[in-house]
């Protein structure tokens, strides 16, 4: 019995070290100090506690037998799976349209069109105060704008203009010869191009009325108009960001990721809405500021991921650290949704990490409300756009704190995989996500030195 116990006793103390200094190389790796030291410190205290039973197994035998049965059970007891109380899946047949007019983009940006201010107000006479207080605000690019840069402003915002001028390549003309295709072989050279060029998850999923916002708000030139909701099959395209750059929220470094994973998602989505067309079938791209469609509930009805407490799409891999576009067509396409849960939902429930970080209080603590007849998490959008346009940067303090927001490596992929089996393993990474890598971020006052560097 000694003997059995003395072997145990030494393969827990390989394994626990194996373990903690695998993640203590992995986080100094990650640059993530914190979680290097204390993964270290709690080396050399597991192997002062294992080799004390080792040397004295006979004196403390029976204690030893229940440290070491506590250790298996909890062990064993990480891969069964069960959440008690967890909710239903999200209905949203009875989902309402959501206007793009109501988006804070679209309603910071009549303020340049009077005749439009009046027709919004009008019908949101209630937005009317809070957006007078934003459009006082600087725009972005203001030098008076927390994480203002000179010299690199300039390069977000004619990442925009390109972006803004590329918009004629999400449509085009169609191909006068339709050419047969096998929806099967056509899907995955779909999904083959797409990761060539840069994304990370690609799925089909069939539009539903709640899909398509129901009117255009982001430019004059249409705003108001009806979207066209013609097409039947969505192609959600995720574009990972980098970690490192959204570890520096909310300085002028989010922003300058996010318009290049923009300008990313756009140039894939257009190639993809282009060699669909080649083909003879129509299809349109939809990318920043040029949408019929909503990104995050196709996203999230794909089953690549759920949709957070911050209100954003979280990826099965690189969590709410993504940025997403969509080509619609009228084609038949196999619908590769996955339908198994990924229980991020629930550990949203727990976490709050985002929520006691926002700087704004846009995110709520509370359960998932019912708005546009259905039960989802959204934020405070007049709070978060508004803070924003203070600091002059997408801040993305929420993404960056989020403890998905993890690069892929192996140890996270583990994480992953724990958090998904059970509730008692989901308050267990929650503690030690908050040991390793800190409860609440402290805001830097300036941007780093090289913002462009991740
Ligand atoms: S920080 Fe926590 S609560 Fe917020 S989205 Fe991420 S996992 Fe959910
Ligand atoms: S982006 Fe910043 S202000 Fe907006 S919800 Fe996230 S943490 Fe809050």
């Known amino acids: ?51 004390f039973f080792l040397t004295n197994s006979e004196v403390f035998q ?51 069109y009077p005749e439009l201010l009046e027709t919004y107000y009008a019908m949101r006479p209630e937005n009317r105060s809070i957006d007078q207080q934003i459009h006082n605000k600087p725009e972005f690019g203001e030098k008076d704008q927390v994480y203002h840069d000179p010299y690199t402003a300039p390069c977000y915002e004619a990442a925009f203009e390109y972006l803004e001028k590329s918009i004629p390549l ?6 006068e010869h339709k050419t047969p295709i096998d929806p099967v072989r056509f899907g995955k050279t779909i999904i083959d191009m797409s990761k060539f060029y840069g994304a990370c998850d690609v799925s089909f999923l069939r539009l539903k009325p709640h899909h398509f916002y129901s009117h255009k708000g982001r430019h004059a030139k249409n705003w108001g108009d009806k979207t066209d909701s013609s097409h039947k099959t969505a192609i959600a395209i995720v574009v990972p960001m980098r970690v490192e750059m959204i570890k520096k929220g909310p300085t002028s470094s989010v922003l300058q990721e996010s318009a290049q994973k923009y300008v990313e998602a756009a140039k894939i989505s257009n190639i993809i809405a282009g060699y669909i067309r080649n083909f003879g079938y129509p299809a349109r791209a939809h990318n920043d500021a040029n949408y019929d469609t909503l990104c995050v509930p196709i996203a999230v009805e794909s089953g690549f991921g759920e949709l957070g407490r911050m209100g954003i799409f979280m990826h099965r891999v690189h969590g709410p650290c993504v940025r997403l576009a969509i080509v619609t067509t009228n084609l038949e396409l196999p619908d590769s949704s996955l339908q198994k849960s990924l229980h991020m939902e629930e550990f949203c429930k727990i976490c709050k990490k985002c929520a006691d970080n926002c700087p704004s209080g846009s995110i709520t603590h509370d359960d998932e409300t019912y708005s546009r007849n259905f039960r989802h998490w959204s934020i405070q959008q007049e709070k978060c756009f508004s803070y924003w346009k203070t600091i002059g940067s997408d801040c993305g303090l929420c993404i960056s704190v989020c403890p998905y927001t993890k690069p892929d490596t192996l140890f996270h992929k583990f994480v992953r995989f724990y958090i ?21 971020k402290k805001i830097a006052k300036t941007n780093p030195e090289n913002i462009f560097s991740a």
């Open 1 to 51: 019995m000694a003997d059995t116990l003395t072997l145990i006793n030494w393969i827990i103390l390989f394994g626990t070290s194996f373990f903690l200094l695998a993640l203590s190389w992995s986080s100094f790796r990650e640059k993530e100090i914190r979680a290097a030291v204390i993964s270290l410190i709690f080396l050399i205290l597991n192997t002062f506690f294992w080799s």
């Open 420 to 440: 998904s089996r059970n509730f008692l393993n989901q308050k267990i990474a929650l503690f030690m996500d908050d040991l390793l890598y800190g409860r609440y």
């Open 62 to 112: 029976t204690f030893n037998v229940v440290i070491v049965s506590l250790t298996t059970i909890l062990g064993l007891a990480s891969f069964i799976k069960y959440f008690p109380g967890k909710p239903g899946k999200r209905d949203t047949s009875k989902a309402q349209q959501y206007d793009e007019r109501d988006n804070m983009f679209a309603r910071n940006n009549i303020k340049h």
């Open 170 to 175: 999400s449509k085009g003309n169609v191909a």
